[in-house]
Each structure stands twice: as structure tokens, then as C-alpha cells.
């Protein structure tokens, strides 16, 4: 038993059960998303670093976020693309646990990300005065890193946690990527350990930081309702309103994938959820902080108009 399970080197990803012409619909698709998603995202990243206006604890956060949707997209999408133009699914068993490795740092990241940027909003209008000095570049700086070392530390920690599994057969996953619970399901040992730390990992990363957003954001909504400006109201509201949109569509979606209970039922709709995650969670913050941010648009009319001057 021992010699069958150290031959496997690859898995088979079963993906959707798509016609060739569909796959190469979907591939000119979904190359069009992640091309608009790079671009998105290197954009404002681009005007966030050049622009010395947004140099601010706010925005510092924010490019960190666009910075995580490019590396989160491009650590599955390419892969996807790959199998879709080549109609090939096999991906091979070192690959395969650093696409998890990938997928699972960048998901943990962004969360705890996007509850920094939730304390950012609430210390900047409930503590406005001291905002300078509670959220200067020293604490922005510390708790980035954490961020991205909490992120990173737990993710290794998950897959670590599967390597010491037995895989021996069958190969195929009834995913388009290495999703680490679909990966579990070929195992041959007890898995109980796993699925045991994705739930802590799942309090730890979604609900625990859910739970203080909505705790600081029931403080910044007394906090708004209680400015005296109409247009100070406006501001406040508008700015919060962009980053609950973001929150809700993806901690909504992050915790239907990872926290509800799976059964063979729900896999093939846990399926195109994960893929609406992974295509369209990087395109969110883009749009909602481009369109809705008057910042950032007028940091970008700045740039085309120096364009046209030059």
C-alpha cells in the first residue's frame, strides 16, 4: 500500500464537462477578465505609490489590497487558462500544493486586510483627532506585515497538514484548481486534523474579522449619524458604503466555500461560486474604489491631463 501511494505525482482536474469550442469561449473570456484585472489593480496601484496625495494610512492599505487581488488571481487563473486553451487538466503533485499554498495565503490575507482597513475607518471618524497619531506609518507598517505573515504562517500550515496524508487514488479532482477541500477528498488517511484546523482557520480568518467590521461599523454608523455637516455625513457615509460592499460580497462568498458543511450535492454549485470568486472578487475592489472614490478619480484625471500637457 505503502509503494502505491508515493506513485502518485499528478492529479486530474475535472473542472466543468465542457465541450473544446466552450473551453475556448471560456478561455477568451476569462483571459479578457484577468487582463481587466491586472490592469485594474496596476492601476491604482500605480497612482497610489506616484500620486503624493493618496500617501495616506487609507490608501496605503488599499494597495496592498489591489497588490493581493493581482497576486491572488494569477496564483489559479493562469492554470485555469492554461487547461482551458490546451484542453489538458493534469496538474502535477508539487505544483498542485503550491497552488493551494498560493490560493490560501492571498484568501487569508485579503481578509485580514480588509479588517485593518475597517479599523482605519473607524479611528479616522470616531477619533478624528487623533488619527495622525494612532494610525501613523510605524503601526500602518506593523500591521501590514502581520497581515501578510499571519496570512502566509496559516496557509503553510494547512498544507503542511496535507503533505504528511497518503494519496493513492483515484487522481481525480472534482475541481478546476487545486482547492485544498476537494484535494482532501483523495486522501487515504484520516483527515480529521485537517478539517478540524480549516475550521479554526475559518473562525480565525472569517468570522473572528467579520464580526469586529460589524462591531466597528455599528460605531462608525452612530459616529456618521452624529456629524453635523450634510456634506461631512455624505463623505463619511460614501467611503464606508464602497468598503461594505467589498466586505459583504467577500466574506458572503469566503464563508459559503469554506465554512458551510460540503456534500456531493453542492460541489458542482461550490464550483462555479469559487470560479464567480476568483474572477470577479479581484474585479470588486477596482471598480467600487475607482468609481465610487473621488480621490483616486481625481488623481487619475491628474495623470491624463499631464499626459496631454506633455
Not at 119 to 134: E, F, K, N, S
Not at 245 to 251: L, P, T
Not at 252 to 265: E, R
Request: glycine share 4%.
Amino acid at each position: 500500500m505503502e509503494g502505491d501511494q508515493s506513485q502518485i505525482t499528478e492529479f486530474i482536474l475535472v473542472g466543468f464537462q465542457l465541450s473544446e469550442d466552450m473551453e475556448l469561449l471560456l478561455f477568451g473570456i476569462f483571459s479578457l477578465l484577468y487582463t481587466f484585472n491586472v490592469l485594474a489593480n496596476g492601476m491604482i496601484l500605480g497612482l497610489i505609490c506616484f500620486d503624493p496625495r493618496l500617501h495616506s494610512p487609507m490608501y496605503f492599505f488599499l494597495s496592498h489590497l489591489a497588490l493581493i487581488d493581482i497576486f491572488y488571481a494569477s496564483s489559479n487563473l493562469p492554470n485555469l487558462l492554461a487547461n482551458l486553451a490546451k484542453h489538458k487538466k493534469t496538474i502535477s503533485f508539487v505544483p498542485c500544493n503550491l497552488q493551494m499554498l498560493l490560493t490560501l495565503s492571498f484568501g487569508s490575507v485579503e481578509c485580514l486586510i480588509l479588517l485593518v482597513m475597517s479599523y482605519d475607518r473607524y479611528v479616522a471618524i470616531c477619533h478624528p483627532l487623533q488619527y495622525t497619531v494612532i494610525m501613523n506609518w510605524r503601526v500602518c507598517s506593523i500591521l501590514a506585515v502581520t497581515c501578510w505573515a499571519c496570512g502566509f504562517s496559516l496557509a503553510l500550515i494547512q498544507v503542511i497538514l496535507l503533505l504528511r496524508l497518503p494519496f493513492c487514488g483515484p487522481q481525480k479532482v472534482n475541481h478546476f484548481l487545486c482547492e485544498i477541500r476537494s484535494v482532501l477528498k483523495l486522501a487515504c488517511g484520516d483527515v480529521w486534523i485537517n478539517e478540524m484546523f480549516l475550521f479554526a482557520d475559518g473562525i480565525l480568518i472569517l468570522v473572528g474579522p467579520l464580526a469586529l467590521m460589524l462591531v466597528s461599523y455599528m460605531y462608525i454608523l452612530w459616529a456618521i449619524l452624529k456629524i453635523q455637516s450634510k456634506e461631512g455625513r455624505k463623505k463619511a457615509f460614501s467611503t464606508c458604503s464602497s468598503h461594505l460592499c467589498v466586505v459583504g460580497f467577500y466574506f458572503g462568498l469566503a464563508m459559503i466555500i469554506y465554512m458551510v458543511p460540503d456534500n456531493s450535492q453542492r460541489e458542482e454549485h461550490l464550483k462555479i461560486l469559487f470560479l464567480f470568486y476568483s474572477l470577479f472578487n479581484p474585479l470588486l475592489n477596482p471598480l467600487v474604489y475607482s468609481v465610487r472614490n473621488a480621490q483616486v478619480k481625481a488623481a487619475f484625471h491628474r495623470v491624463l491631463q499631464k499626459k496631454r500637457t506633455t
